[in-house]
Nanobody, 127 residues
Framework: RVQLKESGGGSVKAGESLRLSCEVW????????MAWFRQAPGKEREGVAV???????SVADSVKGRFTISQDKDKNIMYLQMNNLKPEDTAMYYC?????????????????????WGQGTQVTVAS
C-alpha cells in the first residue's frame, strides 16, 4: 500500500509563504491521482489542490493564485507551494493518493474516495 508523509508545515505570519512536501513510498500505481486536503478545527476536510500522473492540476477557488501544486516524479515527492498565506489557511494539511482512470475522475474526487493518506502537517497563520 502507498505510504505518504507530509512535512514543511509551521507557524508564519499573514503574507508569508510555506512549501509543503509529501513523500511517497511503495508507490505501485501506473496512473494516479494525488491531492492536498486541509482540515481546520470543527470543520470538514476540504480539497485544496489535485495533480495526476499526467501532471494535470487543479486548485480550489479559495487558494487560486496563491497555492501551486507540483510533483517531482524522480524523487517521488508532491509539493504544495503556499504564498500570501492568510489566517483562514490555518489547518492541518494532508496529502492523499489513489489510482485514477481519467482526469475527470481525479479532479472531482472527494476525501472519502482516496485510500492512502499521510498523517498531516500543521499550518498556522497569524494575522
Amino acid at each position: 500500500r502507498v505510504q505518504l508523509k507530509e512535512s514543511g508545515g509551521g507557524s508564519v505570519k499573514a503574507g508569508e509563504s510555506l512549501r509543503l512536501s509529501c513523500e511517497v513510498w511503495e508507490y505501485t500505481y501506473r496512473t494516479y491521482c494525488m491531492a492536498w486536503f486541509r482540515q481546520a478545527p470543527g470543520k470538514e476536510r476540504e480539497g485544496v489542490a489535485v495533480i495526476d500522473s499526467e501532471a494535470l492540476t487543479s486548485v480550489a477557488d479559495s487558494v487560486k493564485g496563491r497555492f501551486t501544486i507540483s510533483q517531482d516524479k524522480d524523487k517521488n515527492i508532491m509539493y504544495l507551494q503556499m504564498n500570501n498565506l492568510k489566517p483562514e489557511d490555518t489547518a492541518m494539511y494532508y496529502c492523499a493518493a489513489d489510482t485514477r482512470t481519467s482526469w475527470d475522475d481525479c479532479y472531482i474526487r472527494v476525501a472519502s474516495e482516496f485510500r492512502s493518506w499521510g498523517q498531516g502537517t500543521q499550518v498556522t497563520v497569524a494575522s
